[in-house]
T-cell receptor, first 117, second 109 residues
């Protein structure tokens, strides 16, 4: 257990439905990252928060995806109108860093596996 | 071309063998991570390197910044080392990770 939790661990949904995932980082970590991993591939960066500010979004994050981190604590990732191509493992990671850089490692949650039927 | 390349993609070994996994990258980085992922998805950070060499138990990681290359070595491999090993580089300014595709290691008794 790394101290980063994600819920739910598994989600099965039908195409067109909306889903929301939650990540609870390690409490003193100000940086939070979302990644997506499809079968047989390495994870890919989706988005990054420093405290409550979303500072970078990947081009992979279409308009159907939205992420929030209210109050700089937990974060949610919502996918609207899910498509079969959204099926993947969604990973959250957190770390501690200054405004300029981080010297700490990233701690990963167990992931949420999404299956879109 | 991927910014992070790993080799080999798959590796099988007999228990006790010395194992090397290689990682090359093509971008400027602030650090490099070696990660371990077991079936079911959980990712654990093994090492974070910005120069030189680190050792933890039977695992050794090295990095050559000039050549943009890193290696992960496992000495006296054991079946419990079976996992996917992923190399990832940190890019400034957000320190987001760019991942390789991973090396699937299977160690047989």
């Amino acid at each position: 257990d790394t101290g980063v939790s994600q819920n739910p661990r598994h989600k099965i949904t039908k195409r067109g439905q909306n889903v929301t995932f939650r990540c609870d980082p390690i409490s003193e970590h100000n940086r939070l990252y979302w990644y997506r991993q499809t079968l047989g591939q390495g994870p890919e960066f989706l988005t990054y928060f420093q405290n409550e500010a979303q500072l970078e979004k990947s081009r992979l994050l279409s308009d159907r995806f939205s992420a929030e981190r209210p109050k700089g604590s937990f974060s949610t990732l919502e996918i609207q109108r899910t498509e079969q191509g959204d099926s993947a493992m969604y990973l959250c990671a957190s770390t501690r860093g200054s405004e300029v850089w981080s010297t700490d490692t990233q701690y990963f949650g167990p992931g949420t596996r999404l299956t879109v039927l | 071309k991927n910014e992070v390349e790993q080799s080999p993609q798959n590796l099988t070994a007999q228990e006790g063998e010395f194992i090397t996994i290689n990682c090359s990258y093509s971008v400027g980085i602030s650090a490099l991570h070696w990660l371990q992922q077991h079936p079911g998805g959980g990712i654990v950070s093994l090492f974070m390197l910005s120069s030189g060499k680190k050792k933890h138990g039977r695992l050794i990681a090295t990095i050559n910044i000039q050549e943009k290359h890193s290696s992960l070595h496992i000495t006296a491999s054991h079946p419990r080392d079976s996992a996917v090993y992923i190399c990832a580089v940190r890019k400034r300014p957000t320190d987001k990770l760019i991942f390789g595709t991973g090396t699937r290691l299977q160690v047989f008794p």
